[in-house]
């Protein structure tokens, strides 16, 4: 039998694998990133015909994304950047936005991994406090045109520094 595979909706199907031997009925297929794809096997009887391509199955990614509530800018090289708690996967890109309590604008990024260390768009660390984050999360999946938008918003506590 053939292993057919495509990795989102819009893709057309390739050959992944030719399995010989009746007695073979697993297939594995280790993915470097995500989980998302669609599977179909066709049959190749012992003339060589092959068949139509079985039922489709498809698998989705299931993102995860958890942001912490506190962080200790001081230099110590214990927790001293914001950044999401360990395990995340499947975050393509965020738009991470972090207000002080006046709602200015202190922080922003793109990257996943956030990474602030505390300091303001003018380079000077922030005073101890609460901040307030939006945080847009973009996760790709089957069907690229309906990429996942997941909105997280909450607080941050700064302690530990000036």
């Given at each position: 039998?053939?292993?057919?595979?495509?990795?989102?909706?819009?893709?057309?199907?390739?050959?992944?694998?030719?399995?010989?031997?009746a007695?073979?009925?697993?297939?594995?297929?280790?993915?470097?990133?995500?989980?998302?794809?669609?599977?179909?096997?066709?049959?190749?009887?012992?003339?060589?015909?092959?068949?139509?391509?079985?039922?489709?199955?498809?698998?989705?990614?299931?993102?995860?994304?958890?942001?912490?509530?506190?962080?200790?800018?001081?230099?110590?090289?214990?927790?001293?950047?914001?950044?999401?708690?360990p395990?995340?996967?499947?975050?393509?890109?965020?738009?991470?936005?972090?207000?002080n309590?006046?709602?200015?604008?202190?922080?922003?990024?793109?990257?996943p991994?956030?990474?602030?260390?505390?300091?303001?768009?003018?380079?000077?660390?922030?005073?101890?406090?609460?901040?307030?984050?939006i945080?847009?999360?973009?996760?790709?999946?089957?069907?690229?045109?309906?990429t996942?938008?997941?909105?997280?918003?909450?607080w941050?506590?700064?302690?530990g520094?000036?």
């Amino acid at each position: 039998y053939r292993v057919w595979y495509k990795a989102n909706t819009d893709d057309v199907f390739v050959l992944l694998s030719t399995v010989t031997g009746a007695e073979n009925t697993q297939f594995t297929h280790e993915l470097i990133e995500g989980l998302a794809g669609c599977y179909a096997v066709s049959a190749i009887d012992v003339e060589g015909i092959e068949s139509a391509l079985s039922n489709v199955i498809c698998v989705d990614n299931c993102p995860e994304y958890l942001l912490p509530n506190t962080f200790t800018p001081n230099g110590d090289g214990d927790n001293d950047v914001f950044k999401p708690l360990p395990g995340w996967r499947f975050v393509d890109q965020v738009d991470m936005q972090i207000f002080n309590r006046w709602g200015n604008l202190v922080f922003k990024t793109q990257d996943p991994a956030i990474s602030w260390n505390g300091t303001a768009s003018n380079g000077k660390r922030v005073s101890d406090g609460t901040y307030y984050y939006i945080c847009k999360v973009f996760a790709s999946g089957l069907a690229p045109a309906q990429t996942a938008t997941v909105t997280l918003s909450g607080w941050i506590e700064i302690l530990g520094g000036e």
